[in-house]
């Protein structure tokens, strides 16, 4: 075959993405990781899952999603997920991690701060086996109102140790946690659950009804809410009863998702289902809220790092194509772009982990932790929002980048671009993390002050970042502020997160974000005037 039309000799292509140290390659992320204190753990850490195997282990678990088997071979109920081993694999090496449990190590180390760090390098690569550690995460917060429950789980919450078999519980050396909270006809609406929960005696109980969304079906047991005698009530659902036998949770079918489809999520039917209660009856949303708020950070980190990974792709892509002979990056239009991305990605970044460490701080005795606390509980909500909102687009102009290449299958942008959604959604949707902060406002206007305060104390030189707290004020004061809540947290967020860079990052870069992000609205990708820091943001966008 004449050498000039040999298929196999391709051209103008770049090299696979793999093989790579997903940590070095960041500086935004590592400058977060250097004021927490962990940039080395964080290096050796991004070695490891740049690996071309690691990779190929997240597109594997993608293109073989769950399946259900409601009957054994015999005719049995088992009502089983099994998924492929990439899966396992996957989740394995997490849970050796600490995805799972880390936040509750008994260490002074700053656990919160070194657990999203992970946890961002680990969703660029696979974020739908994420969620169950993440909920299984989380779970403590509230099995804290029930102490006894706590005792008996906490240890096998804490283990290292991956355990997929489909056992009890206490025979295994690891669990997971679920949860269960919506259903057909309430949605957000969970007071209008309809599943009821009848005593047995003390805290037992057996339930009977339905979930419309049952998160993580093959955990160990999961967070489900239920009509008690007093209302609402949060509860403890194992898959296997106390005397051993398989709990009542009959799987319905498993949802055909956008995206997120290496995790399964279920239709679930409860007939007289054993469970613990929790907390007391009658405050389920007071019991459940204390884990939703911590997934919600989760939420927003795994979004930074969609649209990192997204950034990523476009910028390898950009750095070997030659395109009207010059590379595709060195063409001022695409520099332009790729900049433009490279800005939010950073303060996407640097907001993310910055709410991390504020986590941190509010647990620790040291000065200024109620500070750090009033962050959390204004900026949890706001920082989901803005930055799982904010996911499909950036990912959709990133694919554009690779052209034709991004769009087809074999990429990986279509598999980021699909899972993105899912966060903007979970865990609540955007109105109801705008309203939320709407709620702070009318219930502890101090604390909403305070923050405001100390995010002027940081960024207040910046352009647009007075301007930004007096529209926050002025939309929360308004006699209407539901209505107005959604800009109240869109430009809350913009400013904590000129804030983080100011923290973070180059002054310059900084006052690129606040200059078209806070000074005037952003506009589409490769509009703003990021001329001056193009190249800066483009060498920290990929930076080995």
Same mark, same amino acid.
């Given at each position: 075959?004449?050498?000039?039309?040999?298929?196999?000799?391709?051209?103008?292509?770049?090299?696979?993405?793999?093989?790579?140290?997903?940590?070095?390659?960041?500086?935004?992320?590592?400058?977060?990781?250097?004021?927490?204190?962990?940039?080395?753990?964080?290096?050796?850490?991004?070695?490891?899952?740049?690996?071309?195997?690691?990779?190929?282990?997240?597109?594997?678990?993608?293109?073989?999603?769950?399946?259900?088997?409601?009957?054994?071979?015999?005719?049995?109920?088992?009502?089983?997920?099994?998924?492929?081993?990439?899966?396992?694999?996957?989740?394995?090496?997490?849970?050796?991690?600490?995805?799972?449990?880390?936040?509750?190590?008994?260490?002074?180390?700053?656990?919160?701060?070194?657990?999203?760090?992970?946890?961002?390098?680990?969703?660029?690569?696979?974020?739908?086996?994420?969620?169950?550690?993440?909920?299984?995460?989380?779970?403590?917060?509230?099995?804290?109102?029930?102490?006894?429950?706590?005792?008996?789980?906490?240890?096998?919450?804490?283990?290292?140790?991956?355990?997929?078999?489909?056992?009890?519980?206490?025979?295994?050396?690891?669990?997971?946690?679920?949860?269960?909270?919506?259903?057909?006809?309430?949605?957000?609406?969970?007071?209008?659950?309809?599943?009821?929960?009848?005593?047995?005696?003390?805290?037992?109980?057996?339930?009977?009804?339905?979930?419309?969304?049952?998160?993580?079906?093959?955990?160990?047991?999961?967070?489900?809410?239920?009509?008690?005698?007093?209302?609402?009530?949060?509860?403890?659902?194992?898959?296997?009863?106390?005397?051993?036998?398989?709990?009542?949770?009959?799987?319905?079918?498993?949802?055909?998702?956008?995206?997120?489809?290496?995790?399964?999520?279920?239709?679930?039917?409860?007939?007289?289902?054993?469970?613990?209660?929790?907390?007391?009856?009658?405050?389920?949303?007071?019991?459940?809220?204390?884990?939703?708020?911590?997934?919600?950070?989760?939420?927003?980190?795994?979004?930074?790092?969609?649209?990192?990974?997204?950034?990523?792709?476009?910028?390898?892509?950009?750095?070997?194509?030659?395109?009207?002979?010059?590379?595709?990056?060195?063409?001022?239009?695409?520099?332009?772009?790729?900049?433009?991305?490279?800005?939010?990605?950073?303060?996407?970044? $640097?907001?993310? %982990?910055?709410?991390?460490?504020?986590?941190?701080?509010? =647990?620790?005795? #040291? @000065?200024?932790?109620? *500070? /750090? &606390?009033?962050?959390?509980?204004?900026?949890?909500?706001?920082?989901?929002?803005?930055?799982?909102?904010?996911?499909?687009?950036?990912?959709?102009?990133?694919?554009?980048?690779?052209?034709?290449?991004?769009?087809?299958?074999?990429?990986?942008?279509?598999?980021?671009?699909?899972?993105?959604?899912?966060?903007?959604?979970?865990?609540?949707?955007?109105?109801?993390?705008?309203?939320?902060?709407?709620?702070?406002?009318?219930?502890?206007?101090?604390?909403?002050?305070?923050?405001?305060?100390?995010?002027?104390?940081?960024?207040?030189?910046?352009?647009?970042?007075?301007?930004?707290?007096?529209?926050?004020?002025?939309?929360?004061?308004?006699?209407?502020?539901?209505?107005?809540?959604?800009?109240? $947290?869109?430009? %809350?967020?913009?400013?904590?997160?000129?804030?983080?860079? =100011?923290?973070? #990052? @180059?002054?310059?870069? *900084? /006052? &690129?974000?606040?200059?078209?992000?806070?000074?005037?609205?952003?506009?589409?990708?490769?509009?703003?005037?990021?001329?001056?820091?193009?190249?800066?943001?483009?060498?920290?966008?990929?930076?080995?």
């Amino acid at each position: 075959m004449d050498a000039a039309h040999d298929p196999d000799d391709v051209c103008n292509q770049p090299p696979p993405f793999a093989d790579v140290n997903l940590a070095a390659l960041d500086a935004p992320l590592m400058a977060s990781a250097t004021q927490a204190g962990i940039a080395d753990e964080i290096l050796a850490f991004g070695r490891e899952w740049g690996g071309a195997d690691q990779l190929a282990l997240g597109r594997l678990a993608n293109e073989n999603p769950p399946e259900l088997h409601s009957h054994d071979p015999q005719g049995r109920r088992c009502d089983v997920v099994e998924f492929h081993p990439a899966y396992h694999a996957l989740t394995a090496q997490s849970i050796s991690a600490g995805l799972h449990c880390s936040g509750w190590d008994l260490t002074d180390r700053p656990r919160q701060a070194a657990r999203a760090a992970r946890l961002y390098l680990v969703s660029q690569v696979e974020a739908g086996h994420v969620c169950p550690l993440t909920m299984t995460h989380a779970a403590p917060a509230s099995l804290a109102a029930a102490p006894q429950l706590l005792r008996d789980w906490l240890p096998r919450i804490r283990s290292r140790v991956y355990d997929g078999r489909f056992l009890p519980f206490w025979e295994k050396a690891g669990v997971t946690i679920g949860m269960g909270m919506t259903e057909r006809q309430g949605g957000t609406d969970v007071r209008a659950n309809t599943t009821r929960a009848d005593c047995i005696q003390g805290e037992e109980y057996e339930i009977t009804g339905a979930k419309w969304f049952f998160s993580a079906p093959m955990s160990d047991a999961a967070l489900v809410l239920a009509q008690a005698k007093a209302g609402l009530t949060c509860f403890l659902m194992p898959r296997f009863r106390p005397d051993g036998r398989v709990n009542a949770l009959r799987l319905v079918r498993l949802k055909r998702k956008l995206g997120n489809r290496s995790n399964a999520s279920s239709e679930v039917e409860f007939d007289r289902a054993f469970a613990w209660r929790v907390g007391e009856e009658g405050r389920g949303i007071q019991t459940i809220i204390e884990m939703v708020q911590m997934t919600r950070l989760d939420c927003a980190v795994s979004s930074a790092a969609l649209m990192r990974m997204a950034l990523s792709r476009a910028l390898h892509h950009a750095r070997h194509r030659t395109v009207f002979q010059k590379k595709l990056i060195d063409q001022p239009a695409m520099a332009m772009v790729l900049a433009d991305l490279a800005l939010d990605a950073e303060a996407y970044t $640097a907001l993310s %982990l910055r709410l991390a460490r504020s986590v941190d701080g509010a =647990a620790s005795p #040291a @000065p200024g932790h109620e *500070a /750090e &606390a009033a962050r959390v509980r204004v900026l949890t909500p706001v920082v989901k929002f803005a930055v799982c909102k904010a996911a499909p687009g950036f990912i959709g102009e990133a694919m554009e980048v690779l052209g034709g290449n991004g769009y087809v299958e074999d990429s990986a942008l279509p598999r980021l671009y699909r899972e993105a959604p899912v966060n903007a959604i979970w865990e609540g949707s955007g109105n109801v993390m705008a309203l939320d902060l709407a709620r702070v406002a009318k219930r502890e206007p101090d604390t909403l002050a305070a923050v405001l305060d100390d995010l002027l104390r940081i960024a207040g030189d910046l352009p647009g970042a007075v301007a930004a707290a007096e529209t926050v004020v002025e939309c929360l004061r308004a006699g209407d502020r539901e209505a107005h809540a959604r800009r109240a $947290a869109e430009r %809350l967020a913009t400013l904590a997160a000129a804030a983080a860079l =100011a923290e973070s #990052a @180059p002054p310059a870069i *900084a /006052e &690129a974000f606040a200059a078209t992000r806070l000074g005037r609205p952003a506009s589409l990708y490769g509009t703003n005037a990021v001329d001056g820091v193009r190249d800066q943001l483009i060498a920290r966008a990929l930076a080995a």
